[in-house]
């Protein structure tokens, strides 16, 4: 079975500095990894993903993230945050064994609030 | 571009009731899979159907059925509602099999059992 553990249940951070959310995933095969993040009142939209090739991608709004497969880990990363990434995030992994039916796993998200 | 839609956007309903929740995938999308988020969690995977057959099916009692339609859209029923149940189920669609493609989430029901 796979899990996903968000470190960070709560972030609270001022604006132009740096963030890192961390996420782990336990699953012993190939996986495809996902960031989402759910605006105030908005539903839940693709940041980023990680399918294969280049362990650090880039995604929408300056985010990237980096795949460290060693270490089952996919954490966020921007180098200067706005007010309007106030959101939550969700990281995310489907393990992929050919027959792609297990379903996304989610961790229990990060709520992060940028102050002014 | 339509993205995927779902109704009715609030529903209450009575322990014991019985519910139907609907959704639309975007225009192309052939797999539909269906999510429940309890507040303070993230999403939790209920269903994955493709082809309108079952693909896939999370850790849910069988009081949670789904089917999907020649076009594609999709039905959620939960039968025997209990108040855990309340919660916000979201649809997500992908173009084939979700396992290797991106799934684009719909803005949910949100469902209160009283």
């Known amino acids: 079975a796979q899990s996903v553990s968000q470190h960070n249940h709560h972030v609270i951070l001022s604006e132009a500095a740096s963030l890192e959310l961390g996420c782990n995933y336990s699953?012993?095969?190939?996986?495809?990894l996902f960031w989402y993040v759910q605006y105030p009142g908005q539903h839940l939209q693709l940041l980023l993903k990680?399918?294969?090739?280049?362990?650090l991608v880039k995604g929408i709004k300056g985010f990237e993230a980096e795949f460290i497969k060693s270490k089952f880990s996919f954490n966020l990363r921007k180098p200067s945050v706005q007010w309007s990434d106030t959101a939550e995030y969700f990281c995310?992994?489907?393990?992929?064994?050919?027959?792609?039916?297990?379903?996304?796993?989610f961790g229990k998200g990060t709520h992060l609030i940028i102050q002014p | 571009d339509t993205g995927v839609t779902q109704s009715p956007t609030h529903l209450i309903k009575t322990r014991g009731q019985q519910v139907t929740l609907r959704c639309s995938p975007i225009?192309?999308?052939?797999?539909v899979s269906w999510y429940q988020q309890v507040l303070g969690q993230g999403p939790q995977f209920i269903f994955q159907?493709?082809?309108?057959?079952?693909?896939g099916r999370g850790n849910f009692p069988d009081r949670f059925s789904a089917r999907q339609f020649p076009n594609y859209s999709s039905e959620l029923n939960v039968n025997a509602l209990l108040l855990g149940d309340s919660a916000l189920y979201l649809c997500?669609?992908?173009?084939?099999?979700?396992?290797?493609?991106?799934?684009?989430f719909g803005p949910g029901t949100r469902l209160l059992v009283l």
């Open positions: 159907y493709y082809e309108k057959e079952e693909r």
């Open positions: 995310a992994v489907n393990g992929y064994s050919g027959g792609g039916a297990d379903g996304l796993t």
């Open positions: 225009s192309g999308h052939k797999s």
């Open positions: 699953y012993g095969g190939t996986v495809n």
């Open positions: 990680y399918f294969s090739g280049d362990p």
């Open positions: 997500a669609s992908s173009p084939g099999l979700a396992g290797a493609e991106t799934q684009y």
